[in-house]
């Protein structure tokens, strides 16, 4: 007595499924309306508001107190002593604009003229 698959689909099984899943849902909506009941009696109580520690309302207000540092702003005097130096000019005799690293590449042309003037001094 033992039957074999068939071709199409196996109705019975299908039905069987059916049932099972209609039953799990209307014990389903049975649990939650029982559970619905019962936690409306038994509500929790409402959270005290937090209040912020002592310590952080005195590391708050010392904040506050603590001086700011000074901001120092950049080299004035030097700047202003940039100003009054003479602008290298063109041969047409216009002013060229001035270069940060003009006057250490002159300082560096002056020493290395002085060492290599120092070395054929030697030589000689």
């Known amino acids: ?5 068939g071709l199409g689909p ?4 299908i039905k069987e499924r059916k049932e099972k899943l209609k039953q799990q ?3 389903a909506k049975q649990v939650k309306e029982y559970n619905m ?3 409306t009696v038994q509500r929790l109580p409402a ?3 937090v209040v912020p520690s002592a310590s952080r309302q005195k590391a708050l207000e010392y904040a506050k107190t603590v001086p700011k540092p ?3 702003t950049g080299r004035k005097p030097k700047e202003e002593v940039r100003e ?3 602008l290298p000019q063109t041969l047409n005799g ?3 604009p001035p270069i940060a690293s003009l006057e250490t590449l002159q300082d560096r042309h002056k020493k290395e003229k002085q060492v290599a003037a120092a070395l054929r001094n030697l030589h000689i």
């Open 1 to 5: 007595n033992v039957k074999l698959g």
């Open 10 to 13: 196996d109705y019975e099984t």
């Open 25 to 27: 849902k209307e014990y």
């Open 37 to 39: 009941k019962n936690t």
């Open 47 to 49: 959270k005290p508001p």
């Open 70 to 72: 000074k901001v120092v």
């Open 84 to 86: 009054e130096k003479v």
């Open 94 to 96: 216009n002013n060229l």
